[in-house]
């Protein structure tokens, strides 16, 4: 089974501000300038919340615009799906990828649209990238942050982490996903202590602490 989860979505010890923030980035919908009506995210240019040291919004900026070799601080989130029976859904990001082009990682990443929070963004892109059904998303480790590089472009990410059950078998988009298997947590975590593994950076640095969070 899953290992139980025991923290709450928005941890009351925490400050306000993050609340706010994973709420919803921060910063308003972004409006169609014709009827004042809130645009798609899939509809828009698809943007980036820009943050400062601490994780605060301080900005919005175009995602094809941001990732270069100096990639400025944004918002992202990284999302961990398990089956029933506890086995995580490991992906391979597509050779064609601009950042970390085949390798393996958790199940999604990405990053929220102006106004949209990490859960609902990871909701999206489970969806748009691996035709999932989820339920039971939580906010488990709300202040990660990492930067690391391929070598030609870097990350530079607030990005919390979230888990979710899976309720029904992956559909890859080829443009996004190039392999998905089911690993147990623990081959898992092996392949986070192992240097040779291929395993991506955000995940190796996320895996003990997630480990940690769910078996508190």
Not at 64 to 77: D, G, I, N, Q, S
Not at 98 to 121: L, M
Request: net charge negative; glycine share 6%.
């Amino acid at each position: 089974m899953v290992p139980t989860i025991r923290h709450p979505l928005f941890d009351p010890a925490h400050p306000a501000r993050r609340e706010a923030l994973l709420r919803g980035a921060g910063v308003g919908p972004q409006h169609d300038a014709a009827d004042g009506h809130p645009r798609s995210v899939a509809a828009s240019v698809e943007q980036v919340v820009l943050v400062d040291d601490r994780g605060d919004p301080i900005g919005v900026a175009d995602k094809a615009t941001v990732h270069a070799a100096h990639t400025p601080r944004h918002l992202a989130f990284s999302c961990y799906g398990f089956d029933p029976a506890g086995r995580l859904l490991v992906t391979r990001r597509a050779d064609d990828k601009s950042t970390f082009p085949g390798v393996w990682t958790n199940t999604c990443c990405g990053h929220p649209a102006p106004g949209e929070s990490p859960a609902d963004a990871a909701i999206r892109r489970l969806d748009f990238e691996l035709g999932l059904e989820v339920t039971d998303m939580r906010m488990v480790l709300p202040d990660f942050s990492y930067r690391a590089t391929d070598g030609r472009i870097e990350e530079n990410e607030f990005c919390p982490v979230l888990t979710c059950i899976v309720e029904s078998e992956p559909n890859p988009r080829p443009d996004e996903v190039g392999l998905t298997q089911w690993w147990s947590w623990n081959r898992f975590l092996e392949a986070a202590a192992d240097p040779d593994s291929g395993l991506s950076p955000w995940a190796r640095l996320q895996a003990p602490l997630l480990d940690a969070a769910l078996h508190r």
